[in-house]
């Protein structure tokens, strides 16, 4: 399970280090940090953002069954996000979502569960 400042979408067998701090403020949803690899793939820092962007906004904002995509020009990646179903536990909504990255000459997908511990601040888990 992901700290609650952090959307830690590890892409089924990536392993993502992590060390910026997001602020509630911003919003919390993210793979955070830099770049990381597995075989070919290899996300940079503004992939990253662009894929926390994506994330927070999917997450926060859109309906069940559609995609907030993001592509970075510079690197060639590219990805989405796309909410899935929305359910209540207790008092508290979540979301199940899936994550996609296109990078080099992989393409990865991955399901996740998030919900909701305060506004824009997702606690997820795969």
Not at 76 to 81: E, R, Y
Not at 106 to 114: E, K, Q, R, W
């Amino acid at each position: 399970m992901c700290r609650s400042v952090y959307l830690c979408v590890c892409l089924a067998v990536l392993v993502v280090a992590t060390s910026h701090a997001a602020t509630a403020q911003e919003g919390a949803v993210h793979l955070d940090r830099g770049e990381f690899a597995h075989g070919s793939i290899l996300l940079t820092a503004q992939d990253v953002k662009m894929q926390h962007d994506a994330a927070l906004h999917a997450l926060s904002r859109e309906k069940v069954g559609s995609t907030v995509t993001w592509a970075n020009p510079t690197s060639g990646n590219s990805g989405s996000v796309s909410p899935t179903h929305d359910y209540m536990v207790g008092d508290v909504p979540c979301r199940n979502f899936t994550v996609t990255v296109q990078a080099k000459d992989l393409d990865l997908t991955t399901h996740f569960v998030g919900c909701k511990s305060e506004p824009n601040v997702w606690t997820v888990r795969p």
